[in-house]
């Protein structure tokens, strides 16, 4: 860890704390929710080692980085320019762009707005399937009705969602930081409906810690979010109809090459397998190449099989040249 360096970036109205390592080919990593800079510890110096220029920023409302508080800060458009920026500061013209999670959609949507700015994206755990059909928080409240639904729960007023998980920091981090075999106790929220209660409840609380995830680690993403609070990365859960709605009238094809991976029991990719990845992908992707699915991997893929993980975006580095 000793040879990543801190910088502040200063970018698009805000100051991003970067964290870096190596020289080369310019390669950002963009975290999802509830993460971290530091979600790409193993990445960092991979890259770095490989001859490339790694820079994991913390995104806009997460650890050092400024936190703006009006919800309309995290649109995507708002997101992708932070990303661009990054860029800019480092004087490229363009740049390899890698996320994770709600990262993910960063890239995927940075490639359509600003694709001259990127060469090449790979998005981890979320695939790009073009846009929804109808706002997407009409569709959750249609599929889930009555029943609690995270993002439906984000999205309530009052902050509702960032009150709880800001008093137990650790409570919702460690439910969540969690392998698909971990051990649970009982979930003390067993009713499907949202009046039943919050999020934390509803998870049941894991008997040991992954082995990809040290006390330290927890320890460090716990002061992460106990210093900045969660409003920011709840925010971006805030915009996703008035991102389906500013992104309307964008050729939906991303012609840049790309890539997908993910944890074969990733709870978001639902079971699909490759063939069925590739069906949804590509109409939209003009160059898909890789899809990496990793056998016994959940959710937090470049943390939980960081070898694989490097593996598979080194080759797809490589394939650039």
Known sequence: MSAIEFSTVTTNGIDMRIASAGS????????GWPES??????????????????????MRGY???????????????????DVVGIIDHFGQENATIIGHDWGSMVVWYTALLHPDRINAVLGMSVPY????????????KAMHGDNFFY????????????????????????????SPDTPRAAATITDPKRSAGGFIGRIGAPLEQPDWLTSEDLDYFVGEFERAGFRGGVNYYRNFDANWTITKSLDPIIK??????????????????????????????????????????????????????????????????
Request: glycine share 8%; hydrophobic share 45%.
């Open 37 to 58: 800079w530091y979600s790409w510890r193993h990445q960092i110096l991979a890259l770095a080692e490989a001859g490339y220029h790694a820079v994991a920023p913390d």
């Open 151 to 178: 993002i439906l729960y984000h999205n309530e007023a009052d902050g509702v969602a960032e009150t709880e998980y800001d008093s137990d920091p650790r409570g919702i981090l460690s439910r969540l930081y969690a």
């Open 129 to 140: 399937g073009g846009r929804a059909k109808s706002p997407p928080l009409e569709s959750f």
């Open 256 to 321: 840049m090459p790309a890539a997908f991976i993910s944890g074969a029991q990733d709870m978001v990719i639902q079971g699909a397998n490759e063939t069925a990845l590739r069906a949804m992908m590509t109409p939209v992707t003009q160059d898909l190449r890789d899809i990496t699915l990793i056998d016994g991997i959940g959710h937090w893929v470049q943390q939980e099989a960081p070898e694989q993980t490097n593996t598979a975006i080194l080759a797809f580095l490589k394939g650039l040249a």
């Open 63 to 81: 650890g050092d980085t400024s936190a703006p508080k009006d919800s309309e800060a995290y649109r995507i458009d708002h997101l992708a320019l």
């Open 24 to 31: 080369g080919p310019l390669v950002l990593l963009i975290h």
